[in-house]
């Protein structure tokens, strides 16, 4: 990946090589349906999420899926998706970064402003070694 791991030390004090954070969620209730089913619209917004998170995009790609649409942006730090489902008002999430000047975090928060959600399940996992 693009950045040497970081050390830091878990809850036990064994050292652990932490190599990227995951922020992962659902959105429930989303406000914004029509970007719910625009692929070009959802792209933009991904790669605005990307930019305010620091990350480098090399790639982006969109489907339209049934009525939903599947985001992949491949970053230089790792990648962002997005996958809508219209009719349930309804999206999954995934910011992955390996890099330490990144900000997965706001790169979420992005996503959620854009798509209005009435309900946010949001995950964090710390990608390490220990």
């Known amino acids: 990946m693009a950045q040497i791991p970081s050390s830091r030390t878990n809850g036990s004090g ?3 090589r ?17 970007l719910l089913k625009s692929p070009e619209e959802l792209e933009k917004v991904v790669l605005e999420a990307a930019r305010e998170g620091g990350m480098t995009v090399l ?5 339209k899926i049934g ?8 970053i230089l730090e790792s990648h962002i998706t997005v996958h809508t489902w219209p009719e349930y008002r309804f999206a999954t999430v995934d910011v992955y970064s390996c890099g330490g000047h990144t900000n ?17 399940e949001k995950g964090v996992a710390e990608r390490h070694l220990e």
């Not at 932490?18 to 029509?34: D, I, K, Q, R, S």
């Not at 975090?105 to 946010?120: D, G, I, S, T, W």
Request: proline share 4%.
């Open 59 to 63: 790639d982006i790609k969109s489907w």
């Open 104 to 120: 997965p975090h706001r790169a979420f928060e992005v996503l959620a402003e854009a798509l209005k959600p009435a309900r946010v």
């Open 67 to 74: 009525e939903g649409v599947s985001v992949v942006a491949i």
């Open 14 to 16: 064994a050292q652990m």
């Open 18 to 34: 932490v190599f990227g954070l995951h922020v992962y969620g659902n959105f429930y209730e989303c406000a914004n349906t029509e």
